[in-house]
Structures are given as C-alpha cells and as structure tokens.
C-alpha cells in the first residue's frame, strides 16, 4: 500500500504557561555601537517568557523549555547564576532545561547591575522578576499537563536573507543583506493538539536575526517575533513559542530602522507562513494512504487518512565539545583599553569583548555544551553560540530521515561560529567571536554525536 510518510511527532503529557517580563520605560537598553541614547523611553510590544513542559507517560520526569523574548547574555556567569538558581528550586538536572531566547535587539541586556550606566537602577529588579517568572511559569506548566500529540512540518519563508556583503570600498564584508546570498530558509512548525483536536500551541523554528529595529530605534520591542506571535495566536486562539534557528549568517533584508511597524511587517510575513505550514498538515496522529482507485470520467487514486502509531519516546542528552580560544588579551587590558577609548561606538565593543573574556577564563580552549533533546521522531539540538546556517544544513543532510530542530542561545551567550575558510576575511563575526579556526566544524561534530546519542538511546 502506498503512503505518506508520517509527520514527525511526539504523544504525552505537555504543559504550557506564560508571563509578562516586559521592563519598565527607563531601563537602560543600549545594544548598538551607533545608538546615541542609553534607555528606553517607550513600549512597542510586551516581552514574553513561555514554559513548556514535556513528560513522557512513562517517565514522569519532566523535560522543560523557556522562550523568552530576551536579547544575550553578557557573561557565562551571570546565566550560570540564574540557571543554578531554577535548577534548585525546581528540582532539575541541567539536562532538563533549555532557557531559549528570542534574541531581540531592543530590550534591556542581561547583565549583573552597572552603577556606571544610566537606567541601572531599574536593572536588577527587572532580572529579579524574570526568574520569578520564570519559576512560576516553570511550576504552573509542570502542575497542569494535558495529554497532547505534538507534530512538526517543514515549509518555507524568505523573510531571512544572506547578511555578509563584499563592501565595495574596502577589503572587508560589511554585515547587511547580500542579494547575491543563498540563505537558508526552512521553516519548521510544531503543532500541539490535545486529545479533543484543540490545538493548545505552536512552535516555529526559523532561522533570522532579529535586528529590524537598531541603533534609531528607542523602544522596548520583541522585533519581528512580537508580531509573529500575535498573527500567530489570532490565527489559532493558541499560545505560540518562537525558536530561534542557527542565523549567523542570516538576517532580514530591510532592516537598522527605527520604525516598530518595519519589525511588525515582518513578524506578520513570518506568521503567515507559519499558518500556511499549518494549513498543510495531516490530522494529528493520520497520515494519507492510497486506499484504491475509482473509476470515472478518469482512472482516479483515492487516498484517505489513516492512524499511525505516535513515538512516545523522550530523551535528552548534555554533552561538551572543547572548542580552541583566540589569543585575546586578558580582561583587564580589554578593560584599560576600553577606559581610555573616546569612540562611543568603539567603547561598546570594548565593553562586550571585556565581559567576553571574562567568561572565557585563561584556558587555551573552552568546553561548549551542547543540548540534543529526542521528542518522538524529532531532535532539538543546541548551544549557546551563534553558528552559521550551514550548520543546521548539515545536520539535516546527515540525518535526512529525522525533524531537527537547530536552535541558537540556549543556555547562556557566547560568540559566532563562523566556517573556518572565512577567518581569513575581515568579517565581523570572525573578529568577534572568541572561538578560533574550526570551531563551528568541532561543534557540527559533537551535535552529530548528541544526535546519534538520543536517538540510540
């Protein structure tokens, strides 16, 4: 008998619950070199945080994801904190937790508190209310599973673009759209519906740098994803969770503005794609089968749905890759160097290479952890770096017959992972990131690992 292959999916117990962590107006939320204010002086859209939780029905131990409409992490140590933090009261093992951003370029950084910036005394109580948040979500999400199927199905959506451009005045490659590009632009959407057929959440995994809204733009703001969210939840009277794929590379065409309604223009292209992949899927826990063929005014095959048997099978897996650091001076130089710059453009990269360093430690090499989840038939896999999309291109040749979600920021914040035929270009995620030649390939090695890991066990 012919038939579809089925979707990926994943049967038992998943609980969803949000939070509002928007920052007050005041707060200050400087994340561009060339921005010429500190702090935020409106609101474009609320910042979200969404638990979700994932149980297996026969290991009640459950798996936990945060979405959080939050920028990076200035240093390892700051997250280290926070994570310890919901790890014990929570009663979670590290390999339970992904705390996933959004990596939104208009709202606050997350930073311990710096009495040397204006709007710093807002800073820690708004830190102080995301992991109450967090928390709460986290413990309402655990305390009200429902029995579910979550599906995924791929489609496309060409919001995201190539974003290394040759300049044509000097040898160097400026970060801005490429027409010239060949991004990737997959679009995974996870659908979850609960017994009764009611769709309870969705999940969209693509890969594109929010940067709409930058240096000209001075409100608190999720960028595109804001109004992704929105179209999405309009669309499906369901919370919808946005998981940020491997974008290095990759960012939208139109962008640097400081107009909100660019950044809604493109969340509501983004959605619309989304509800389309929507639109495409089988019932949950169906697939098409040909059942025969009728007779007509043409010879037609009739295929129909039909039930498939649902993976139940949820593991996860923590592993490290030790990736080679550049010979970077130490924090203290960084930070002499950065005292006595007068560019308030330069100043802000000598303050984030500082903070860099300092999470680095001494070491010739840092040990990168690397999170792969099995859900059913499909693998999430991660870190807390920025790799190029080949990455994620990849992993999905390699393992053709299985749903990956590539995901970036999880877990903490550290640098880009570039190829390594590009650390012989002027380029910026070369020069900023801490890690040196071959270390997005080391890491495209130890994800294959975590995969095959999960997926043996």
Request: with cysteine; net charge negative.
């Amino acid at each position: 008998m012919l038939a579809t292959k089925p979707h990926a999916s994943f049967h038992g117990r998943i609980g969803i619950a949000r939070r509002d962590i928007t920052p007050p107006v005041g707060i200050y939320a400087r994340n561009w070199g060339a921005a010429q204010h500190d702090v935020a002086d409106a609101i474009h859209g609320c910042l979200t945080l969404t638990a979700l939780t994932l149980t297996s029905h026969t290991d009640r131990r459950p798996l936990v994801l945060i979405d959080a409409d939050l920028g990076w992490w200035k240093t390892p140590q700051t997250f280290g904190r926070f994570r310890n933090r919901l790890l014990d009261e929570l009663s979670l093992e590290s390999d339970q937790l992904l705390f996933c951003l959004s990596h939104t370029h208009a709202g606050p950084p997350l930073m311990d508190p710096d009495d040397s910036l204006p709007g710093h005394e807002l800073h820690s109580e708004w830190m102080e209310q995301i992991a109450e948040s967090a928390v709460e979500a986290i413990r309402e999400a655990i305390a009200s599973p429902f029995t579910a199927t979550l599906d995924w199905h791929v489609g496309r959506c060409n919001l995201a673009t190539f974003r290394d451009l040759p300049d044509p005045e000097q040898d160097r490659i400026l970060c801005g759209y490429n027409p010239d590009g060949d991004p990737d632009d997959t679009l995974l959407v996870g659908r979850i519906t609960d017994d009764a057929g009611q769709i309870r959440a969705t999940l969209v995994n693509y890969a594109c740098h929010p940067t709409t809204l930058a240096w000209e733009n001075t409100h608190i703001s999720p960028d595109y994803v804001g109004a992704m969210r929105e179209t999405m939840q309009q669309a499906t009277d369901a919370p919808a969770l946005f998981l940020l794929g491997a974008c290095g590379d990759l960012s939208p065409r139109y962008q640097y503005v400081g107009d909100p309604a660019v950044a809604d223009r493109h969340g509501r292209q983004l959605a619309h794609a989304a509800i389309a992949i929507l639109e495409d899927m089988e019932p949950p826990g169906t697939r098409l089968a040909m059942t025969g063929a009728v007779e007509s005014g043409a010879p037609l095959a009739v295929w129909k749905h039909e039930p498939v048997a649902v993976s139940q099978e949820l593991q996860s897996s923590l592993t490290t890759v030790d990736l080679p650091v550049k010979d970077w001076p130490s924090a203290e130089e960084l930070e002499q160097q950065r005292v006595d710059c007068t560019d308030r453009a330069l100043e802000e990269r000598l303050r984030r290479k500082r903070d860099i360093r300092r999470g680095l430690g001494d070491g010739d090499t840092y040990p990168l952890s690397i999170h792969a989840w099995r859900i059913g038939d499909a693998v999430l896999v991660g870190s807390c770096c920025e790799p190029y999309s080949m990455l994620q291109r990849e992993l999905r040749d390699r393992f053709p017959d299985r749903t990956i979600i590539c995901m970036n920021l999880i877990n903490g914040s550290m640098g880009y992972l570039p190829p390594e035929g590009l650390y012989d270009q002027d380029v910026y995620q070369v020069w900023q990131t801490p890690f040196d030649r071959g270390s997005l390939e080391a890491t495209l090695e130890g994800m294959t690992q975590a995969i095959k890991h999960v997926l043996a066990d």
